[in-house]
């Protein structure tokens, strides 16, 4: 009789999931003219990532939004800069999420910046708004060639009293549906980290900044190096 380890029997299950999500990513790929490379790796499967909690992305996006906010404040001038920090510090703690705050994310809301580090926090919108896509809040993922919609992403947050009317809005997806998305943004930010080695455009109308920070999104909600840092999060292609 033979006898069927189960973990080698997940061990199959693990890599052919992985590669038929590789397989519908190409799929999509081709569909919109985006170049790739068949030997591009799967990426990790559920049982290798860690499942973040409803929880703790509410408070991750929360956090960011803030910040991202003083930071778009921030071009009015030392008045409207120092307005909005006193305006979002108060935010901060009616919503409990001071803690939640980055290195970057509290230098934005307390310390001097360079222009630079005030518009590298603006671009932060696209990774929020992946949060709120995990979230169940934004409905869909369009094709990475714009901007999201910045009032939608400010009002999702707004039109709330506090973390608690906040967290009712949530309807995390499966984890299978982000995993989706991360293999898919994988292979868009291949094509558009190759363009650019290439000296060429983006290929196929892709935006590539709204493409990696969708990337750093996506992989901060898999955890995908295990750094657990939102800063710096890796988008390795």
Known sequence: MEIVNENDHNGEMDVLEA?????????ILKAHNVPYIEHLPVIETSDCIRVRTADEIARRAVAC????????DASGGHASLKKSRKFFGEKLAEFGVEESLTRK?????????SNQEFCSMTWKYEAYWVLLWALGIVDRLDYPADACDCD???N??????????FLAKVQLRD?????DEADLIYRYDWACVDARIHEEEAPAGLNPDVVFERHCGLNWLIDADGADDWDNVSTNT
């Not at 994310?105 to 910046?113: A, F, I, Q």
């Open 19 to 27: 590669q038929m999500r590789k397989e519908r990513s190409m799929e």
């Open 65 to 72: 939004l803030f910040a991202i906010q003083v930071a778009c």
């Open 105 to 113: 994310e509290r230098k934005v809301l307390r310390d001097k910046c």
């Open 175 to 179: 984890i299978s549906e982000i995993l």
């Open 152 to 154: 939608f992403a400010i």
């Open 156 to 165: 999702a947050v707004a039109d709330c009293n506090g973390m608690d009317e």
